[in-house]
């Protein structure tokens, strides 16, 4: 099982081993991450990272690449039919199409961690975790704006009146 996630300090990338190592060390602050232990039956009913009980499923798979892909067909399919190959367009269309659902049962999916966007590669399907949910990221992106708004007015308080 593979985790990936962000040093929660200075968000250098991360990665880490579990069943293994429970606390993992920041190369670039020093910073110590206790991660906690994964279950058993690599069930992961929350984030071992930060700890958080809210988590969804996607596919492991680049968007930019599927981006990519997307943006060759319709291009190629805007060209072919410009130059009145409806047919050689058609094929285009289906082939995208198919290439994109063989990609689909291909791909395995990856759990993500709303609350600090850890990625879990090699755990059981929980049916806990759903499709990506946009309220749900929306509020747990409002908290880190409010908490980096905080240690701000925190930082600002404790610095001395006449220096920067």
């Known amino acids: 099982m593979n985790i990936r996630f962000a040093c929660p300090v200075c968000d250098a990338p991360a990665n880490a081993e579990q069943p293994g190592a429970v606390e993992w060390r920041c190369l670039g602050c020093d910073h110590l991450v206790a991660l906690a232990p994964a279950p058993a039956d690599r069930s992961l009913p929350g984030c071992t990272v930060c700890g958080g009980r809210e988590l969804y ?4 798979f680049p968007h930019a690449l599927g981006m990519a892909i997307l943006m060759l067909a319709c291009i190629a399919t805007v060209l072919t039919y410009w130059l009145y190959h409806q047919w050689l367009t058609w094929v285009i269309l289906l082939g995208t199409a198919l ?8 791909v395995g999916d990856v759990v993500v961690c709303y609350r600090c966007n850890a ?3 090699g755990y059981a399907p929980n049916p806990d975790h759903g ?6 990221a929306e509020r747990y992106r409002q908290e880190r704006i ?3 708004a905080a ?5 600002e308080e ?4 006449g220096g920067g």
Do not use: I
Request: net charge positive; hydrophobic share 40%.
């Open 146 to 148: 409010r908490l980096a």
């Open 131 to 136: 499709p990506h949910e946009l309220t749900v």
């Open 99 to 106: 290439f994109d659902g063989l990609l689909y049962m291909w």
């Open 151 to 155: 240690l701000g007015a925190a930082r």
């Open 158 to 161: 404790r610095r001395p009146e």
């Open 57 to 60: 499923r996607k596919k492991d």
């Open 119 to 121: 990625h879990f590669r």
